[in-house]
Nanobody, 124 residues
């Protein structure tokens, strides 16, 4: 049974930092691309960042580029999202996601596995 378990969410003031972690089990982690999506109240789930199987390729949405960093440790079956210079508009539930390949055109319905989500709240 595949499980993706996120941790590290919380409440922070604008300008602060948080580091999200996602631990995967039940799958061959190194053959899956990994991504982070987020969903704010009343909005669609959107792709924030993704990372290739080896970690050599990354992508960021324009809204987080230069502030967020995605990384992975295949030895630990884990993916991370370092979030710096947080803004109130970053407030959302953040989801870890896996699929054999993730690109800029990957939509939520194409994802193979999801984590349960972790809440990030940024106050002004």
């Amino acid at each position: 049974q595949v499980q993706l378990v996120e941790s590290g969410g919380g409440s922070v003031q604008a300008g602060g930092s948080l580091r999200l972690s996602c631990a995967a089990s039940g799958l061959t982690f190194s053959i899956y691309a990994m991504g982070w999506f987020r969903q704010a109240p009343g909005k669609e789930r959107e792709l924030v960042a993704h990372i290739s199987r080896s970690g050599g390729g990354t992508y960021y949405s324009d809204s987080v580029k230069g502030r967020f960093t995605i990384s992975r440790d295949n030895a630990k079956n884990s993916v991370y999202l370092q979030m710096d210079s947080l803004k109130p508009e970053d407030t959302a539930v953040y989801y870890c996601a896996s699929r054999l390949t993730i690109t800029t055109t990957t939509t939520p319905n194409m994802i193979d596995y999801w984590g349960q989500g972790t809440q990030v709240t940024v106050s002004s």
